[in-house]
């Protein structure tokens, strides 16, 4: 092989492995960002959780 060959070769080499790691960087972001919401979810429900009534027993008659 010439040696322009060989250096296309490291170039579509390390082109390949910038590739992967974008890949691999974004799928992490992706991860990280739907932890995120989960725990926004969750927080966001027992907030509201605890500011609904308790819910009746049976103990009480009905509302007008």
């Given at each position: 092989m010439t040696e322009v060959g060989?250096?296309?070769w490291i170039e579509v080499g390390?082109?390949?492995l910038a590739g992967g790691?974008?890949?691999w960087w974004q799928l992490r972001d992706v991860r990280?960002?739907?932890?995120?919401?989960r725990?926004?979810?969750q927080l966001r429900?027992?907030?509201e959780a605890?500011?609904?009534?308790?819910?009746?027993d049976g103990k009480e008659g009905p509302r007008p």
């Open positions: 060989n250096l296309k390390v082109l390949l790691l974008f890949v990280q960002a739907q932890e995120q919401t725990r926004q979810s429900d027992a907030a605890s500011q609904t009534p308790a819910a009746s």
